[in-house]
């Protein structure tokens, strides 16, 4: 039952895309929660959730345990752990305390056999709710966007990773790293990812996300990409990665 951390302190990379069409693409074989972990709550509306009655806020302070948190979606197999605005208190009332970073990990072993696979969708700083993550989970997955300064703050999270795997998680595997909006049709984007392939060899995920208008669309529906556009290019290209994921935490 892996906890699989979708991660990068860069906002606007494709997280939260991937972290719901990831999670949708696995729950057509397995069962799956979601943990939305961002104040902004966009995996939550993302996957079509609102007025949610309890968070992971409500978690996170003790106010509810997980389980009377979590709710269905409409895709078979995928539950939500849903985030609410209220999530940017957690982020300042947490410190950094041993004990406050591993509350996640601690409310998630309630649900954890529930489940063959938890994605955590994190907000795009090195806060407490990152940290808790970085802690809750077994494998990261960390999202590279095709442009200019792709690796540009790559080497001050994997430093992050390094110090969390020292200090609070010996454990802690990077999965690999997902090179997202790749426009095929642009040296730009081949560079870049010659580049990050050239840096970083076989951690990288042989798929790639394709830029396409479909997966920045399909949100605003609530619809993943396998009901929004299921034949698109995206929808192709996330379940080849669901199968690179199954593979690489099975071999880990
Ligand atoms: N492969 C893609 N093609 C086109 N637009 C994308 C793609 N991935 C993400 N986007 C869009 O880019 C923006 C940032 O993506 P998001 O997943 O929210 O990033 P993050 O969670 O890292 O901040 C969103 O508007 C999203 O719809
Ligand atoms: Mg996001």
Redesign the pocket.
């Known amino acids: 039952m892996p906890i699989v951390g979708v991660i990068?302190q860069?906002?606007?990379?494709?997280?939260?895309?991937?972290a719901i069409n990831l999670a949708a693409a696995l729950a057509r074989q397995r069962r799956v929660l979601l943990v939305d972990l961002?104040p902004q709550a966009?995996a939550t509306s993302g996957i079509g959730l609102q007025g949610v009655a309890n968070s992971v806020y409500d978690v996170l302070v003790g106010r509810s345990s997980a389980r009377g948190a979590v709710v269905p979606s409409r895709v078979p197999q995928l539950d939500v752990l849903p985030a609410t605005a209220e999530l940017a208190g957690a982020a300042l009332e947490l410190d950094a305390s041993a004990e406050d970073l591993r509350l996640l990990g601690k409310a998630l072993t309630g649900v954890r056999p529930n489940y063959d696979f938890i994605l955590l969708?994190a907000p795009?700083s090195f806060g407490a709710l990152t940290l808790n993550a970085l802690v809750a989970a077994d494998h990261l997955l960390l999202?590279v966007q095709c442009e200019y300064y792709a690796l540009e703050g790559i080497a001050g999270m994997l430093d992050t990773i390094d110090r969390v795997r020292g200090s609070l998680h010996g454990e802690l595997n990077v999965l690999g790293m997902l090179l997202?909006?790749a426009d095929h049709r642009t040296n730009l984007s081949q560079q870049v990812e010659a580049n990050v392939r050239q840096h970083f060899g076989r951690l990288v995920f042989d798929s790639v996300?394709?830029?396409?208008?479909r997966?920045?669309e399909a949100?605003s529906y609530g619809l993943s990409i396998y009901d929004y556009a299921p034949t698109s290019s995206?929808a192709v290209a996330y379940t080849a990665l669901a199968e690179e994921v199954i593979d690489r935490v099975s071999q880990a």
């Open positions: 990068n860069k906002g606007g990379v494709g997280k939260t895309t991937t961002d966009n969708d795009p999202p997202t909006m996300i394709p830029r396409t208008v997966l920045a949100p995206a």
